[in-house]
Structure formats: structure tokens, C-alpha cells
């Protein structure tokens, strides 16, 4: 079956510039995640949804980041009056349950110019 | 806070050989201790993982050796292939409390033909 998509793959934007980037998870996966990775670094957490209910939201690094997954499928990271710090790889994870395996999506490439 | 420590940073290995990477981590409550592989333009995979009731966990040529009393974990390649080249990322998270993932700083392997 289908593993986890994202888009847009790249997406280029000028300081300022709102963005939404998209995750489509497994099929029935009940839990969802999302990371940031920088370059040459682990991914770090930013938020968690238990269906469609935003249970962490604990490592968003500012108020600028918002997340959604209305319908508990498909999820919505919007990064509003991006900044170059904002620059990175956003990596979409999902899980059947609430425990064991997070299995990623490839990722979208954001560069902030 | 950096609360999985991951080393080497990078390691190159012959053919055949051993490659062994180790991570630390400080928050007794972790539950869970994947490994995940990541290619160039992917998002990372789940290599193997293991919970801290058994010592090792062995995978075809991948073993994970677990040390509760240290704080240590490791993950052992036998017989390494040019097609194991990747970059590696040990991980943490505690299974009760929403499975977030704290991952180690990664290490980039190269085995050289």
C-alpha cells in the first residue's frame, strides 16, 4: 500500500511568505507527526495528533507554526511570516496506534529566501 | 538539551566489515529505542528498535545492544554493504505519553567497496 505523502516535495518562499505543507498519512493511521529537520541534524518534534485532536503541540517553535488535521487524516503545517531560521526539511511521520512504529514520509524541502 | 547523545558522527567502514554506533541518553523514562536509516531526499526508515526489559535484539546483521544500568544503547552491522551507506539515527521516546520521537545528531556511514 501507499506510505506517507507529502507536498509539496520543494517549496521555495520569500521572508514573509505564508506557507502550508501537506501530509497525507497512511490509511488509517490513527496517530500523526511532525519534525523538523535541519540540515546535518536528527529531526525534532514539533507536533502530535491523536486523530484530530492536537494533543502536543509542545515543540512548535514559535506562534507563527500552526498544525490542523481536521477530518483525522490529512494533516496541514502553515508557517506564517516565514523566516530564514525557518529554513529546513518538514517530515510528516504516522502510526496505527498511539505506540511503536512512526513511519516517515520523504519530506519537504523548505528554503526561505 | 541534547538528551540522546549519538557518536561517531561520521564512520567509514571496508566491505565486510563491523559498524557500530552508539548513543546516551538521560531521561530514564524512555521506553522505546529505535534505529532509523535515512537516504539522501527520504525520510527516515525504522531499521530496529528495542524496550529496555531485553539486553539485545538481533535482525539479520543488525543487532541492537541495550544497556539499561548506563543509559547506553548501540547498533551493530555485520558484514556491511556499499548499499548500507546512509546516515543513522538512534532515537528515544516514552511509549505512554504520545510516542514522540528524540532522536540522536545522526551518523553519516560510508562502506567503501
Known amino acids: 500500500g501507499a506510505g506517507v505523502s507529502q507536498s509539496p516535495r520543494y517549496k521555495v518562499a520569500k521572508r514573509g511568505q505564508d506557507v502550508a505543507l501537506r501530509c497525507d498519512p497512511i490509511s488509517g493511521h490513527v496517530s500523526l507527526f511532525w519534525y523538523q529537520q535541519a540540515l546535518g541534524q536528527g529531526p525534532e518534534f514539533l507536533t502530535y495528533f491523536q486523530n484530530e485532536a492536537q494533543l502536543d503541540k509542545s515543540g512548535l517553535p514559535s506562534d507563527r507554526f500552526f498544525a490542523e488535521r481536521p477530518e483525522g487524516s490529512v494533516s496541514t503545517l502553515k508557517i506564517q511570516r516565514t523566516q530564514q531560521e525557518d529554513s529546513a526539511v518538514y517530515l510528516c511521520?504516522?502510526?496505527?496506534?498511539?505506540?511503536?512504529?512512526?513511519?516517515f514520509g520523504p519530506g519537504t524541502r523548505l528554503t526561505v529566501l | 538539551q541534547q538528551q540522546v547523545k549519538q557518536s561517531p558522527q561520521s564512520l567509514i567502514v571496508q566491505k565486510g566489515g563491523i559498524s557500530i554506533i552508539n548513543c546516551a541518553y538521560e531521561n530514564t523514562a524512555f521506553d522505546y529505542f529505535p534505529w532509523y536509516q535515512q537516504f539522501p531526499g527520504k525520510g527516515p526508515a525504522l531499521l530496529i528498535a528495542?524496550?529496555?526489559?531485553?539486553s539485545e535484539k538481533k535482525e539479520g546483521r543488525f543487532t541492537i545492544s541495550f544497556n539499561k544500568s548506563a543509559k547506553q544503547f548501540s547498533l551493530h552491522i555485520m558484514d556491511s554493504q556499499p548499499g548500507d551507506s546512509a546516515t543513522y539515527f538512534c532515537a528515544a521516546s516514552k511509549e505512554t505519553s504520545g510516542s514522540r520521537l528524540t532522536f540522536g545528531e545522526g551518523t553519516q556511514l560510508t562502506v567503501n567497496p
Open positions: 511521520a504516522s502510526s496505527p496506534g498511539t505506540l511503536g512504529t512512526q513511519y
Open positions: 528495542i524496550r529496555p526489559d531485553v
